[in-house]
């Protein structure tokens, strides 16, 4: 089986990517869908996953003087 396989495990060292970062936010987004129970509609649990995977910037912006 290593030996079928290897091609396609030496191919991660010259491409290092993974899907670490895609299982992350899919964990992310099925604990807020099973904190919440339920959305009224799908684009409130759209709005919640923007905002807890969108690492969006809520802080007010001050005018420059």
């Given at each position: 089986?290593?030996k079928?396989?290897?091609p396609?495990?030496?191919t991660y060292?010259?491409?290092?990517i993974t899907?670490?970062?895609?299982?992350?936010?899919?964990?992310v987004?099925?604990?807020?869908?099973?904190?919440?129970?339920?959305f009224?509609?799908?684009?409130?649990y759209r709005?919640?996953?923007?905002?807890?995977c969108?690492k969006?910037?809520?802080?007010?912006?001050?005018?420059?003087r």
């Amino acid at each position: 089986m290593r030996k079928r396989h290897l091609p396609n495990l030496l191919t991660y060292f010259l491409y290092p990517i993974t899907n670490a970062t895609t299982e992350g936010y899919n964990s992310v987004i099925q604990a807020l869908k099973d904190a919440a129970r339920g959305f009224r509609s799908f684009a409130n649990y759209r709005t919640r996953i923007l905002f807890f995977c969108g690492k969006l910037d809520l802080r007010p912006r001050l005018p420059c003087r």
